[in-house]
């Protein structure tokens, strides 16, 4: 370990083959539960055909997806102190496979969405478990290098996974857009028996089930009210308000309490570190505006625009392509000159590409709308991941598990409500083009264009739709430029500096 008075080696900042072999580990999970959600994303159109089902319906199979992320992920903290992060990234693994088969069997839509439930009870544990392992291999110093590597599923996630979906969809069946996990996952968690290092459960603090029983249903409450809006066409209707304040009840309770008790669920007091807070309130618009656009891109090109779910998948290639050219540099720019200066022009450039898709009509270029999912890219790469990147290098290594608890809590959470936000507005313009119920908005959509004597008229109507959808979307990244504004402009502090806030030697070497 370098001290204060000891020049750190030159190679200090490079990514040895211990680190490597982690990270080659962990990457392999994240890309089984990243490209299962860009795969899912694809297929929605078919899968509302496949069960004569409505869109409100159809996007619990997202919803539910992350809304299961969100109820599991607040234990994920405790419990890799108390397992250690080795046994339960592998148990993690192990409830996404089982969950994928099963969905992969299931016989009517109410079955795919509770099996898509148990998908997201292993998805929910091993983005912070990887993360938290990776970090604590590779050392504060080198969190930028990390999460340009632990970023690669972001790159894979939006070229491969909309391809892939459109392909099984197109030519096999939608049921191995989750049957492919299971080959993935059994390579992961043999790999990850191989190759993660040993760490001992630690003594833990004592488990806070009450911490539990107000956060995990309070989170689900109100993603499940605010996910009911489509359905109900408002707020009024019982099933939307009452869980919606059923949730803000229990989640203001759990706030009330955390800040009393000594060993709460999610350790507020991170929130006390201004870096942490403020990129937490980037993360959480810029997940809300961002995973909301990513639901319905693949729907405009195949309900407007009339493409296969491959071809769809195809034109959102650009997008991932843009992302792999930045996210490698955004993630040594971090760590050299600070989240700040590298996330900003990223918010600007996918801000440029968005107000593109605002004025997107029935015939737009697709040369245009290539131009700008690139350019769209090429801004997520220099974003993302350096938000996540500002939140977790000013803190100790000791806090590190709680802190990507927290965040990725943040994280799914805003997602899920983005997602539910931008499914509400969509279907509401659906079903105003088309004069019927706010539920029926996309059907209505899909029969007025397959019928040839409907079909130029429902095209610019729906069409129209999506550009004044994405006109929100558009608002909600502005915002982030807001606090993003504030995030650090100067590099992370180096390890010595960790080791004098007090993280003990023994955390250190982990």
Known sequence: MTTASEPRPADADKLDSAVLKVAAVVVLGSVMAILDTT???VALQALTLEFQTS??????????YMLALATVIPVTGWACDRFGTKRLYMLAITFFLVGSALAGAAWDIESLIVFRVLQGLGGGMLMPAGMTILTKTAGPHRVGRVMAVLGVPMLLGPIGGPILGGWLVDSVSWRWIFYINVPIGVVAILLAWKLLPKDEPRPAEKFDFAGMVML?????????????????????????????????????????????????????????????????????????????????????????????ALQAGLLLAPQGIGAMITMPIAGRLVDKIGAGKVVLPGILLIIASVAVFTRVGADTSYLLLMGALFVMGLGMGMSMMPI???????????????????????QQTAGAVGSAIVSIILASLLAGKFGVATSEGQLAATAALMNPATHDAAAVGSADAFASTFTWT??????????????????ALPPEEDAAEGAPPAVMMH
């Open 474 to 491: 558009l608002v909600l990244v502005a915002l982030c430029l807001i606090p993003a504004l504030f995030l650090p402009k100067k590099p």
């Open 216 to 308: 995990s249903p309070g989170l689900a409450a109100l993603i499940y009210g605010v996910s009911n809006i489509p359905h109900h066409g408002g707020v009024g209707a019982t099933n939307v308000w009452l869980p919606g304040l059923a949730g803000i009840v229990l989640i203001v309770a759990f706030v009330v309490r955390a800040l009393k008790v000594a060993n709460p669920l999610v350790d507020l007091t991170l929130f006390r570190n201004r870096t942490f807070s403020i990129a937490m309130v980037t993360m959480t618009l810029f997940m809300i505006a961002f995973l909301g656009s990513m639901l319905i891109l693949p729907t405009y090109f195949v309900l407007v625009r009339g493409e296969s």
């Open 55 to 64: 869109f409100d319906t159809i996007q619990w199979i997202a919803t539910g």
């Open 388 to 410: 996540s990147t500002a939140a977790l290098q000013t803190l100790t290594q000791r806090t590190v598990a709680r802190a990507s608890t927290a965040m990725n809590i943040v």
């Open 39 to 41: 795969v899912v994303n």
